[in-house]
């Protein structure tokens, strides 16, 4: 399973873009990169998938450069409730279990 | 939004005693998988199955955990006996089918303080 490197924290303020990277030098062909969210107190959330290039959804934007080793989510204009912890993974299309690493602990800040 | 049911939300028992979690995934999700997470650190998965068939149990401490899904919809995972180091939150998730485009579905977990 591919091993994923991400800061353990970072503080931001309301309004502003978040961007969190993600290390994972030996992915695979086959391997998804997969990002969760999670609050205190609840099971974490998926939040977007990528194989390649650029992903976007309602919640964030995921960018993938050529070689995938590594990846960056970003979140637009974070409010105060996006402060979470954020989970990158790296997926093999397979089917199997998720492995987690230790997030990134984002902070937010008035 | 369909949602993965575990139940108690929270519980404290003594040390050496039995303690039980309950798991109702999303219906027709033939794929469950428990999670321990230690507060502080991310979940790590303790055993998977596929319908009721256990797929991978390796990371399951056996001496004293066990889990079922004998109808292959709801889970029990079950620790006897119970020491100061399972305090941890359990975590329950489902999704559809294999395939990493089935994103996975957790619950809200169990709370577990053993005393």
């Known amino acids: 399973l591919a091993k994923t490197t991400q800061p353990i924290s970072m503080d931001s303020y309301e309004g502003q873009e978040v961007n969190i990277t993600c290390s994972h030098n030996n992915i695979a062909t086959n391997d998804y990169i997969t990002w969760y969210q999670q609050f205190p107190s609840q099971g974490p959330r998926f939040i977007i998938q990528?194989?390649?290039t650029k992903v976007t959804n309602e919640v964030a934007s995921l960018f993938i450069p050529a070689d995938r080793k590594s990846s960056t989510l970003s979140l637009p204009r974070v409010s105060l409730s996006d402060t979470a912890v954020y989970y990158c993974?790296?997926?093999?299309?397979?089917?199997?279990?998720?492995?987690f690493g230790g997030g990134t602990r984002l902070m937010v800040k008035p | 939004e369909a949602e993965v049911a575990q139940s108690p939300r929270y519980k404290i028992t003594e040390k050496s005693q039995a303690v039980a979690f309950w798991c109702d995934p999303i219906s027709g999700h033939a794929t469950l998988y428990w999670y321990r997470q230690i507060l502080g650190q991310g979940p790590e998965l303790l055993v998977q199955f596929q319908d009721e068939s256990v797929v991978d149990d390796s990371q399951l401490p056996k001496d004293r955990f066990s889990a079922e899904r004998l109808k292959g919809v709801d889970s029990t995972l079950k620790i006897q006996p119970a020491e100061l180091g399972d305090s941890a939150m359990y975590l329950c998730?489902?999704?559809?089918?294999?395939?990493?485009?089935?994103?996975?579905?957790f619950g809200s977990g169990t709370r577990l303080t053993v005393v």
């Open positions: 998730a489902s999704r559809p089918g294999q395939g990493v485009y089935y994103g996975y579905t």
């Open positions: 993974l790296v997926e093999l299309n397979a089917g199997n279990m998720l492995t």
């Open positions: 990528g194989y390649k």
